[in-house]
Structures are given as C-alpha cells and as structure tokens.
C-alpha cells in the first residue's frame, strides 16, 4: 500500500479519518461509496490488526457484504449456550428466523481470525487513501474548515475530522474532553487453535465457573474450520502477569469440563494467544463536536462480555457516513443535522450494550462468595438466564436500522 495522496480533495466532499482500525477502515468504506473523498491517517508504517480471534454479528456481516466483502467461506455461524463449568446447559440463545430471512444471512455470531476480517476490509480501499507513519497531534476549527496537525510535520485540511484511533485516543481527549480511562477489574486471554474432534458442529458454549469465565466457539480461518476460545479472569490493575501463562490458564482450566482442558493442548501460546487488560469509560452522550465525530473505542470501549468491540465500530462507520450522505460537509448547519442523526441511531444503543455489559462482568467475577453461591445456584436451577438473555431486543432495533441492507427478492 503506497502514501500517494488522493488526487481529488474537494471542499464540502473532505473527509479526514485518524486511525485505521476496524471503525477508521469502515468509515472509509462507507464515505467513499457515498462519493466523498477520504483520507485515513494511521500512525504505523501499515496498519495491523490486534488480538486474535473476533465474534461479528448478522448485521455486520450485511454491513461489510454491501462494501464488497465476499461472505462465501468468510465466518462460522454459531449456535450460543451458555453452560456452568461443570458441563450443564443453563440457557440457549434462540435465533429470530425472521431476522435470518431479512438479511438472507443465517445465524447471528459467526467467528473469525481479526486480521482476515480486517484484511478482506483493507483489501477493498484504493491503495491511496491510507497514509501510514502520520502521529495525530492536536486539529484547530474554523468556521469552514478543520486543519489537522501530526508531529512529523503533516498538516491537512478537512471538512470534517473522524476520531477512530482508538480507547487513548487524542482526537476524542482534545474534542469531547478527559478520557477518565478506569479498569474494569478484568483481565482477557483470547487464543484460537485448529479444529479439535468431539464438539458438535456449529455450536459455541459461554462457561462460568463461581469466579472464571471460559469459552469457545467455531470460526473460520483461510476457509479452514478452527476455534477461538478465551478466559476471563478478575485481576487488580497493573497486577503482574503470570510467570508461566499455559500453567496458569491449566491450573484455571481443570475445573472445567471438556472439551475446554483440550483446546489448551492445541494452542500455540507464542503466536496463538493474547492477553490484556479491560479498560472501560463512563458513557458519553455525545460523541461530536463541531466538525468533529468519534467511534469505536475512542468513545465506547468494551468490555468482554459484549463480544462486539469490533462490530460496533463498524457499524459506526456504516452509520455515520450514511448519515451524512448527500450533505455539504463544508456547510455547518448541515454537519449539525448530520451528527445529530448518526447519534440518535447510535449512542443510546450502544451505551445500553457496554453498560450492560460492564455488569455482566461485575456480577459473573466480582460478587463475594455467598452472592456467588446464590447467584450459581439459581442460574443452574431455574430458568432464569434464558429468560433474561432472550428477551433483548437490540437484534431486532439493529435489523430495522438497517432495513437498507435486507436481502431484496
């Protein structure tokens, strides 16, 4: 991928996006097939992805089909259960047939390696919207224009910035104020490894022990079937890492039941694994200002138990280029109006499901014993979880959001 910058960057049409991850390269996406001109700045020399294996849903998956993503081979959609660790079934997530049939896409979670997801994105952009080794620093506002400045030297000016760089991210810090970061008390280990035998086809399993969470699902990598499979575990922040990391997750392990001990055996902790910490911020209710609009985990980090970080972000992409489709991106009033929608679809929707999911985390790794006890006991023997877990309706507010990408006869 070359740093050529475009050759057409017209006023009203400029649209200057710092960070190329899953929301910047969305974003990209999405403002260009609308005839707007893009740049994305990326700090690194090429952008990469981070982390291993990544759960997208049905929508997504109609959100990257309409950029040009063939979905042939692309993902394996999964049947959810969510189990205790000794084995038992304590609720099934149910699929809505009617939502299968609007995207013409089967399931809701399918799996996949981060990089060939992110890879069949990036491999849709020209080769010169992205230019690589640009360090965002700060962006001065006037009433026309914005001008971005990186500590290499670049200047650029846009109509409109897009803050997509990420949980630290400057673009929302300088825009939208403090970043007020805070740990979650949770630390995540996210492998995946090759196809293992003895596990029905199709089916991923949610596992909580009284204080861990361990879990798996299919996935597809180069078209080939694996698993990607992760723990939770509560940490105090800046605890120190495990001295031996494959002895530490056996030792949490062996009070699961199979086939989690197994998918340890067949994973390679060098290249196949990785840790880090959850950092949360408290909900924003805004997530622009003036000509400025941030996404992703620059203004709605998540937590694990919403296994959707990557999914959000893009559809905020998707979301707020369509909401700004046809405007004047010079014209302010418009701009406005353009926000103001992206954030109406949005911000609600999203803060519900990073809330949700924060106290998902507190409630399955950070109550005390006897809450624990209680909380085990009535999960294992009523039906509680599955009543719970299936009356959300955020599939059904996704799939009439996106009612412009349902399968057509």
Same mark, same amino acid.
């Given at each position: 991928?070359?740093?050529?910058?475009?050759?057409?960057?017209?006023?009203?049409?400029?649209?200057?996006?710092?960070?190329?991850?899953?929301?910047?390269?969305?974003?990209?996406?999405?403002?260009?097939?609308?005839?707007?001109?893009?740049?994305?700045?990326?700090?690194?020399?090429?952008?990469?992805?981070?982390?291993?294996?990544?759960?997208?849903?049905?929508? =997504?998956?109609?959100?990257?089909?309409?950029?040009?993503?063939?979905?042939?081979?692309?993902?394996?959609?999964?049947? =959810?259960?969510?189990?205790?660790?000794?084995?038992?079934?304590?609720?099934?997530?149910?699929? $809505?047939?009617?939502?299968?049939?609007?995207?013409?896409?089967?399931?809701?979670?399918?799996?996949?390696?981060?990089?060939?997801?992110?890879?069949?994105?990036?491999?849709?952009?020209?080769?010169?919207?992205?230019?690589?080794?640009?360090?965002?620093?700060?962006?001065?506002?006037?009433?026309?224009?914005?001008?971005?400045?990186?500590?290499?030297?670049?200047?650029?000016?846009?109509?409109?910035?897009?803050?997509?760089?990420?949980?630290?991210?400057?673009?929302?810090? /300088?825009?939208?104020?403090?970043? $007020?970061?805070?740990?979650?008390?949770?630390?995540?280990?996210?492998?995946? !490894? $090759?196809?293992?035998?003895?596990?029905?086809?199709?089916?991923?399993?949610?596992?909580?022990?009284?204080?861990? /969470?361990?879990?798996?699902?299919?996935?597809?990598?180069?078209?080939?079937?694996?698993?990607?499979?992760?723990?939770?575990?509560? =940490?105090?922040?800046?605890?120190?890492?495990?001295?031996?990391?494959?002895?530490?997750?056996?030792?949490?392990?062996?009070?699961?039941?199979?086939?989690?001990?197994?998918?340890?055996?067949?994973?390679?902790?060098?290249?196949?694994?990785?840790?880090?910490?959850?950092?949360?911020?408290?909900?924003?209710?805004?997530?622009?200002?003036?000509?400025? =609009? !941030?996404?992703?985990?620059?203004?709605?980090?998540?937590?694990?138990?919403?296994?959707?970080?990557?999914?959000?972000?893009?559809?905020?992409?998707?979301?707020?280029?369509?909401?700004?489709?046809?405007?004047?991106?010079?014209?302010?009033?418009?701009?406005?109006?353009?926000?103001?929608?992206?954030?109406?679809?949005?911000?609600?929707?999203?803060?519900?499901?990073?809330?949700?999911?924060?106290?998902?985390?507190?409630?399955?790794? /950070?109550?005390?014993?006897?809450?624990?006890?209680?909380?085990?006991?009535?999960?294992?023997?009523?039906?509680?979880?599955?009543?719970?877990?299936?009356?959300?309706?955020?599939?059904?507010?996704?799939?009439? /959001?996106?009612?412009?990408?349902?399968?057509?006869?």
């Amino acid at each position: 991928m070359d740093n050529k910058k475009n050759s057409s960057w017209r006023q009203g049409k400029r649209v200057a996006i710092v960070g190329a991850g899953p929301a910047g390269i969305s974003a990209g996406l999405a403002f260009l097939q609308r005839g707007f001109d893009v740049r994305i700045f990326e700090r690194a020399s090429e952008p990469k992805p981070l982390g291993g294996a990544v759960l997208l849903s049905t929508p =997504v998956l109609a959100i990257l089909r309409h950029y040009g993503v063939d979905l042939n081979n692309f993902g394996s959609y999964t049947r =959810v259960e969510f189990r205790n660790n000794k084995g038992k079934v304590r609720a099934r997530l149910q699929f $809505n047939p009617d939502i299968e049939k609007a995207f013409g896409i089967k399931g809701w979670h399918y799996g996949m390696l981060r990089e060939n997801a992110f890879g069949k994105m990036m491999a849709l952009l020209p080769d010169n919207v992205i230019l690589g080794s640009h360090t965002f620093e700060t962006f001065s506002e006037s009433d026309d224009d914005i001008t971005l400045r990186f500590s290499e030297g670049h200047e650029v000016t846009a109509d409109i910035l897009v803050g997509a760089d990420g949980i630290r991210s400057k673009v929302s810090e /300088q825009a939208l104020g403090p970043l $007020n970061l805070f740990h979650v008390g949770l630390k995540v280990w996210l492998n995946w !490894c $090759n196809e293992i035998d003895g596990i029905p086809e199709h089916l991923g399993a949610i596992t909580h022990s009284r204080k861990y /969470q361990a879990s798996f699902f299919p996935m597809l990598h180069d078209g080939k079937p694996g698993y990607e499979w992760w723990i939770v575990e509560p =940490v105090k922040e800046n605890q120190a890492p495990p001295a031996d990391t494959r002895a530490h997750m056996e030792n949490i392990l062996k009070d699961f039941a199979d086939p989690l001990p197994r998918f340890l055996e067949v994973t390679d902790m060098a290249t196949q694994s990785f840790g880090w910490d959850i950092y949360n911020r408290e909900s924003l209710k805004k997530w622009s200002k003036g000509r400025v =609009v !941030c996404l992703g985990d620059a203004v709605h980090p998540v937590s694990p138990y919403a296994a959707y970080g990557m999914g959000m972000a893009i559809e905020d992409g998707y979301f707020v280029a369509r909401a700004l489709a046809d405007k004047n991106l010079a014209d302010r009033n418009a701009l406005s109006g353009g926000f103001s929608k992206f954030e109406s679809e949005r911000v609600d929707y999203v803060n519900h499901h990073v809330e949700f999911a924060r106290k998902l985390g507190k409630g399955f790794h /950070q109550l005390p014993y006897p809450l624990a006890k209680l909380r085990d006991l009535v999960f294992d023997h009523t039906g509680l979880l599955n009543t719970f877990l299936n009356k959300d309706e955020f599939p059904e507010i996704i799939t009439e /959001q996106l009612s412009d990408l349902h399968k057509t006869a």
